[in-house]
């Protein structure tokens, strides 16, 4: 990680939403998902704003490096329509060591759709796939 890491750090996100990121595509083999209306599925919701956080992050991590998510704490409390844009800000709270956590708000043209914490833990790349692929 670089010395430029520091809480304080903002990153802004936009996203628009189409239908393949909506409940029932979220799990296509359940019959309770495919029944339910086409809004923004929380799932999706939880990747799109990590990938807002990994975003903030690249530009202060070392040649080699990625960041892994290690907790969230997100609501999820309006729905977002197929077409709408969801605008993401994320803001680095702390910075403890190689664990990063993040302040999320997220929102879309009527509302805001979530608040929380997303923490993320930075790790060598090539470490990591190494000690995935010893539990293979």
Same mark, same amino acid.
């Not at 960041?67 to 800000?89: E, K, Q, R, W, Y």
């Given at each position: 990680?670089?010395?430029?890491?520091?809480?304080?750090?903002?990153? +802004?996100?936009?996203?628009?939403? #189409?239908?393949? /990121? +909506?409940?029932? $595509?979220?799990?296509?083999?359940? #019959?309770?998902?495919?029944?339910?209306?086409?809004?923004?599925?929380?799932?999706?919701?939880? %990747?799109?704003? &990590?990938?807002?956080?990994?975003?903030?992050?690249?530009?202060?991590?070392? &040649?080699?490096?990625?960041?892994?998510?290690? $907790?969230?704490?997100?609501? $999820?409390?309006? #729905?977002?329509? #197929? %077409?709408?844009? @969801? +605008?993401?800000? @994320?803001?680095?709270?702390? @910075?403890? %060591?190689?664990?990063?956590?993040?302040?999320?708000?997220?929102?879309?043209?009527?509302?805001?759709?979530?608040? %929380?914490? $997303?923490? /993320?833990?930075?790790?060598?790349?090539?470490?990591?796939?190494?000690?995935?692929?010893? /539990?293979?």
């Amino acid at each position: 990680m670089k010395s430029t890491l520091a809480p304080g750090i903002t990153h +802004t996100f936009r996203y628009e939403v #189409p239908v393949e /990121r +909506t409940v029932p $595509h979220l799990l296509p083999e359940s #019959p309770e998902f495919v029944a339910m209306p086409e809004v923004l599925a929380t799932g999706y919701m939880v %990747g799109i704003i &990590e990938w807002a956080c990994i975003q903030a992050l690249a530009p202060h991590l070392d &040649e080699g490096e990625i960041s892994l998510g290690t $907790h969230v704490n997100l609501s $999820h409390v309006a #729905p977002t329509a #197929p %077409g709408s844009t @969801v +605008t993401i800000d @994320v803001r680095v709270e702390s @910075v403890d %060591g190689r664990a990063v956590t993040f302040a999320v708000d997220a929102r879309d043209e009527y509302a805001t759709i979530s608040t %929380g914490r $997303h923490g /993320r833990g930075v790790v060598n790349r090539d470490r990591f796939v190494g000690r995935l692929a010893a /539990r293979a």
